[in-house]
């Protein structure tokens, strides 16, 4: 299994901006679809967005929808998620997620059994 770690999490205000990485390692990270997660306290962890290995086209959760972008770069091993206009409900533990599967039904990218390999999440927290 591939190894990640985010980084990029922070505190923000309402209307900021937000960048988070994951940077992926022991495995051949072209290879992998990757995706965002999020779980806020008392709330079950929820797809934000993916990206496939391959064409690498994405999908979105519908409270992220352009307001956020995910992005991979697979010379530096990386998958980022861009977070515009960043709202107090964005408040949240963020995961990244990976797996080897290719996705044939855009359905696939928001199940999280889905994933095999996870990161140890990065906090969000955007203030009013």
Avoid: H
Wanted: aromatic share 12%; proline share 2%; hydrophobic share 35%.
């Amino acid at each position: 299994q591939v190894q990640l770690v985010e980084s990029g999490g922070g505190l923000a205000q309402a209307g900021g901006s937000l960048r988070l990485s994951c940077a992926a390692s022991g495995g051949t990270f072209s290879r992998y679809t990757m995706a965002w997660f999020r779980q806020a306290p008392g709330k079950e962890r929820e797809f934000v967005a993916g990206i496939s290995r391959g064409s690498g086209s994405t999908y979105y959760a519908d409270s992220v929808k352009g307001r956020f972008t995910i992005s991979r770069d697979n010379a530096k091993n990386t998958v980022y998620l861009q977070m515009n206009s960043l709202k107090p409900e964005d408040t949240a533990v963020y995961y990244c997620a990976a797996t080897p599967r290719i996705f044939l039904r855009v359905q696939l990218f928001s199940r999280s059994n889905e994933y095999d390999s996870w990161g140890q999440g990065t906090q969000v927290t955007v203030s009013s």
